[in-house]
């Protein structure tokens, strides 16, 4: 029988874009095996005890001899770890704003180490530690569970809070102390000693953006036209990767990551001019129109619209939301196109059907119906 695993994540560090946060912002899982869950607990408390301390909390741990023998005990214990570095400053300089809000930020590593765990270990439960307001965590919650759906795992999802659980106490502390010698908070000697700890059960150690950005959604019963919409995108997103500041990049991947969010609305063309004039590309909706959207969808790309705003279809009422969209507005335009043609030519009898029109405008026109 294949070995069962249960993950809990924590994060060091902090997904915010100002002078006062850290360089990196880093995440950790810790994955158990199942069956040795509360043989590891009773060690975890003896450790605990054993270093004097309240909880396991990397944050409170000043001095790096008392944080190594820790570590050095935590590493005793029978568990993998996955991590996830993210190295803000290429963000900054490397690639568009997106990545900037936090919140995003957040969900989106998370949901690329979450990805590689179940990839690897197929854990039966993953635990995140509590982040955010309580909207957020729902927010959240709902974003982990539809993306482990997508991506064809059967993983139970949960939010825990540290203080009240042990093991994700381990993530934070390992997370911390990581992040910690990665940055250069201690010296060479020190930093070599502290990660040689763990060298053995660090299975897993992505690097972003260097990993890439794009999660290729999985095609399901139920998603196949966003994964069939969505594999374009990234095809072109990565085609077209070192491509900085273009608008039509830009757009393409807000609408890409605002479709992977759990509500996934619909956006409206001024929430993106608004966007991009913030980073100062200022262009009117008819250049929107003509030289983004426009030219994206005669790259093959599928951006349906309506009423409503724009987006990557998920649905197949994105479908008919679209279809319904581009007939009220193109029918009456060739309608109108028709009675004209139709009177001028009896009027004057000229043919200006032949003479004005392709062989594939007279085929639609003579579809038309005023």
Request: charged share 30%; glycine share 2%.
């Amino acid at each position: 029988m294949t070995e069962e695993y249960v993950a809990f994540l924590d994060e060091s560090g902090d997904p915010n874009f100002n002078d006062k946060a850290s360089k990196t912002f880093f995440v950790a899982a810790v994955i158990f095996p199942r069956n040795k869950l509360a043989d590891i607990s009773n060690k975890i408390s003896s450790i605990i005890s054993q270093h004097g301390l309240s909880k396991l909390k990397s944050n409170e741990i000043g001095s790096f001899k008392r944080r190594l023998a820790v570590c050095s005990s935590l590493s005793s214990l029978h568990f993998k770890i996955a991590t996830i570095q993210v190295n803000k400053s290429e963000l900054e300089q490397n690639l568009n704003k997106w990545f900037l809000q936090r919140r995003s930020l957040y969900k989106y590593v998370q949901s690329i180490l979450n990805h590689e765990i179940s990839r690897i270990y197929g854990p039966q439960e993953i635990t995140f530690d509590q982040y955010g307001t309580p909207q957020y965590q729902k927010s959240f919650y709902d974003y982990m569970k539809r993306k482990i759906e997508r991506d064809l795992f059967e993983t139970d999802v949960y939010i825990d809070s540290a203080k009240d659980n042990d093991f994700i106490q381990v993530g934070d502390f390992i997370a911390g102390s990581i992040r910690k010698a990665m940055e250069g908070d201690f010296d060479i000697t020190q930093r070599e000693e502290l990660l040689a700890l763990f060298r053995d059960q660090w299975t897993v150690n992505i690097v972003f953006p260097d990993y890439g950005k794009y999660i290729k959604p999985v095609a399901t019963e139920n998603n196949n036209i966003f994964s069939i919409c969505a594999e374009e995108v990234t095809r072109y997103l990565e085609k077209n990767k070192s491509t900085i500041n273009d608008p039509k990049i830009l757009t393409l991947e807000y609408l890409y990551f605002n479709s992977l969010d759990e509500k996934s609305d619909w956006v409206y063309t001024n929430e993106i001019l608004e966007w991009l004039a913030n980073m100062e590309i200022k262009i009117t909706q008819e250049e929107f129109r003509n030289n983004i959207t426009a030219a994206l969808r005669d790259e093959g790309l599928i951006i349906v619209s309506s009423r409503k705003g724009l987006k990557i279809p998920k649905t197949l009422e994105d479908f008919k939301d679209y279809v319904a969209f581009s007939t009220n507005f193109a029918l009456p335009i060739l309608k109108r196109l028709r009675k004209a043609l139709v009177f001028v030519t009896e009027k004057t009898s000229s043919d200006l059907k032949n003479e004005l029109l392709s062989e594939e405008m007279r085929e639609i026109i003579e579809r038309v119906r005023a």
